[in-house]
Nanobody, 122 residues
C-alpha cells in the first residue's frame, strides 16, 4: 500500500506560482510512475502531468506545457508539481497518484491522495 499526501495548494493571483508536493509513505515511490491530476468544479478529473519511475521521462497535458514541471525526489519519497504563470482556469483540486506505468489515463493509477485546492484569482 502507498499512502499519498499532497500539500502546497492555496490562493494565488493570475501569473503567480505555486509548488505542490506529494509525500508518499508505506512504500518507496521508486517503483512507481507518478502523476498529477486535477478536478475543477462541475468537471471531470483530468490528467495534468506524469513522470516515469526513473524520472527520465515526463508528459504534460497540452494546456500546462511550458508552465508546469513535474519532478521527483526518491530520497525524500516526494513528487512535485511546479506551477508557473498560473491562470484562473487552473483552479481545481489537484491530486497526486501512483501507477505502474507513466500514462495519462486515470484508470491506470491505483493509489491516490486526498487532493489539495489551488485557486487562481483574476
Amino acid at each position: 500500500q502507498v499512502q499519498l499526501v499532497e500539500s502546497g495548494g492555496g490562493l494565488v493571483q493570475a501569473g503567480g506560482s505555486l509548488m505542490l508536493s506529494c509525500v508518499a509513505s508505506g512504500r518507496t515511490i521508486s517503483g512507481y510512475a507518478m502523476g498529477w491530476f486535477r478536478q475543477a468544479p462541475g468537471k471531470a478529473r483530468e490528467f495534468v502531468a506524469t513522470i516515469s519511475r526513473g524520472g527520465g521521462s515526463t508528459w504534460y497535458e497540452d494546456s500546462v506545457k511550458g508552465r508546469f514541471t513535474i519532478s521527483r525526489d526518491s530520497a525524500d519519497n516526494t513528487v512535485y508539481l511546479q506551477m508557473n504563470s498560473l491562470k484562473p482556469e487552473d483552479t481545481a483540486v489537484y491530486y497526486c497518484a501512483a501507477s505502474s506505468i507513466a500514462v495519462g489515463e486515470e484508470r491506470c493509477y491505483g493509489y491516490w491522495g486526498q487532493g489539495t485546492q489551488v485557486t487562481v484569482s483574476s
